[in-house]
């Protein structure tokens, strides 16, 4: 008997996504990251039979698995195996020329965390692997084991604002001179010994930092977001929407500088008695703050205490 796969998703910001979205019936929207299908079978809840959604997700897993749950739509939904920068590729199979409304929820999934054999996660012993899609080239191994001490350095702290990136890269650097690091309970346990003891009493798991970082690199995450936000945008129907949740501050900073600097209008000096840059105002910001979970919403689950929403509308 096949193994059920247990993909337990409960949408942040769920109520405030759909409110951004502002769903048109009988328009097409992309859930970029579907993962359990959560965001997208409420958006597809909503369409009429003139309406599509789209889901994609780059982890054969969630495909599966939203592929199940969204049946219940027949051809109003459907789903495929991509990552969001394919956006245009995807469109262009589906024979979809203009969208109306795209969701990324940005991150690693639940599920991915809470399936130890993944690697994603310090809390359990795994082979380091870390990959969203497990087709992918790059794994965390490959990263711990090859990346030299320099480039392991930078990488920990531009991507986990880790403040002790040097001393974790040089333990790393020696660890695997003796052997690889093969696993997630020896990275964490040399990352461990890398900081001193008082830095390791109270708040964050000390490893936490470190396999964001690995993970953000192992996935290209940060690479994607700005280059998926212009294809969204110069699809969009006029008044169609962007809506991106994001779990951290690397995330959230290149949502917000693309969003204004699409939103933004003529860059000529001030003293340019006419506009020569030809540049135009493409979105406008639906809100200047990002929304947050409210407290009803993260005393029920606690996944959206970072999360943060954003929503940017195209101009007609």
Not at 298 to 303: F, G, M, S, T
Request: hydrophobic share 40%; glycine share 8%; net charge neutral.
């Amino acid at each position: 008997m096949e193994e059920k796969i247990i993909f337990s998703h409960r949408p942040v910001l769920l109520e405030e996504c759909l409110q951004g979205l502002a769903v048109n019936p009988d328009g097409i929207y992309v859930d970029g990251t579907a993962g359990g299908a959560g965001h997208s079978f409420e958006i597809a809840s909503r369409l009429s039979d003139h309406g599509r959604l789209i889901a994609l997700d780059q982890d054969e897993t969630a495909v599966k698995v939203a592929s199940e749950r969204l049946s219940v739509f027949g051809a109003r939904a459907c789903v495929v195996h991509s990552n969001f920068r394919e956006l245009d590729n995807v469109c262009r199979m589906l024979g979809v020329e203009r969208i109306n409304g795209l969701l990324l929820d940005l991150g690693v999934s639940s599920y991915q965390l809470d399936t130890a054999e993944r690697g994603f996660s310090y809390q359990a012993d795994a082979p380091l692997d870390m990959r969203m899609d497990e087709n992918g080239p790059l794994t965390a191994r490959d990263v711990v084991n090859q990346y030299s001490e320099e480039r392991l350095r930078n990488i920990l702290w531009q991507y986990g604002e880790e403040r002790f990136a040097p001393r974790i890269a040089s333990a790393i650097v020696r660890a695997r001179e003796s052997a690889p690091i093969l696993t997630t309970g020896e990275l964490v346990k040399i990352i461990k010994g890398a900081i001193p003891v008082a830095a390791r009493e109270g708040g964050h798991h000390p490893a936490k930092r470190s396999f964001q970082a690995i993970r953000i690199e192992v996935n290209a995450e940060l690479d994607v977001i700005e280059p998926a936000i212009r294809a969204a945008a110069a699809k969009l129907v006029p008044g169609g929407r962007i809506a991106i949740i994001t779990f951290h501050s690397l995330e959230d900073r290149i949502v917000k500088q693309t969003f204004a600097n699409l939103a933004s209008g003529c860059t000529c000096p001030p003293g340019f008695p006419v506009c020569v840059c030809g540049k135009k105002p493409i979105l406008k910001l639906v809100n200047h703050k990002p929304i947050t979970a409210s407290p009803e919403e993260l005393e029920a689950n606690p996944r959206s205490r970072s999360a943060k929403l954003r929503v940017a509308e195209k101009i007609g």
